[in-house]
């Protein structure tokens, strides 16, 4: 049983426009949700995370939405780059460490 | 500037011949991951230690596969013998975990090593 489910397996976005990458989970206790950033032939990088106890982070054009009831949350890339080309992963941790199955983004100028 | 290393970067073998790759974790950190990277699977979790006890290593093949952390700054993940099955870029993450009950919040990959068995 996956326990996290991340969704679309891929994304093509116009440069400028905004990249939304949603995950679910299962597990209710899992209290930490962090997302990383693969560049190809790199390994993944922490990017950003959150805990349960705010529906909202942003650090520059990167933010992620938390939907506790709905055990989901979704990062957004606002401003999309191509630089921002890479495989995003959702996590959540608590207990166990699970990584969602990733999605590939391209920014095309 | 602190980071995991792994070696080697490539490792190309033939089947059946024993394969082991090493990593050194950032210093200070108390747990170790090994991941397995593929293209079908994504990013599958192998083993996981914490102050160089295995904690899990429920997704790794006991038949052929083996990891340890011989001391603090070396774990090693041996793959003996090795199937073409196994190609696929292994990871090495570090963390530092506090609360004996949690997995460690942030994980620091290494660059990975490329395996192909022939």
């Known amino acids: 049983q996956q326990q996290v489910k991340q969704s679309p397996q891929s994304l093509i976005v116009q440069k400028g426009g905004i990249s939304i990458i949603n995950c679910a989970y299962e597990?209710?206790?899992?209290?930490?949700f962090p997302w990383y950033q693969q560049f190809p032939g790199k390994g993944p990088a922490l990017l950003i995370a959150i805990r349960p106890d705010v529906s909202e982070k942003k650090e520059g054009r990167f933010t992620i939405s938390f939907n506790k009831s709905a055990k989901q949350f979704s990062l957004h890339i606002m401003d999309s780059q191509p630089g921002d080309s890479a495989t995003y992963f959702c996590?959540?941790?608590?207990?166990?460490?699970?990584f969602g199955t990733g999605t590939s983004l391209t920014v095309i100028p | 500037d602190a980071r995991v290393t792994q070696t080697p970067r490539h490792k190309v073998t033939e089947m059946g011949q024993e394969v082991t790759m090493r990593c050194q974790p950032i210093?200070?950190?108390?747990?170790v991951f090994w991941y397995r990277q593929t293209m079908m699977q994504g990013l599958e979790l192998l083993a996981y230690f914490r102050n160089r006890a295995p904690l899990d290593d429920s997704g790794m093949p006991k038949d052929r596969f083996s990891a340890e952390m011989p001391d603090a700054t070396l774990a090693t993940l041996k793959i003996q013998p090795s199937e073409p099955r196994d190609s696929a870029v292994y990871f090495c993450?570090?963390?530092?975990?506090?609360?004996?009950?949690?997995?460690?919040?942030?994980?620091?990959f290494g660059p990975g090593t490329r395996l192909t068995v022939l």
């Open positions: 993450a570090s963390g530092l975990v506090n609360d004996g009950h949690r997995y460690t919040d942030t994980q620091y």
């Open positions: 996590a959540a941790t608590g207990n166990q460490f699970y």
């Open positions: 597990n209710t206790a899992f209290d930490y």
């Open positions: 210093l200070g950190h108390n747990t």
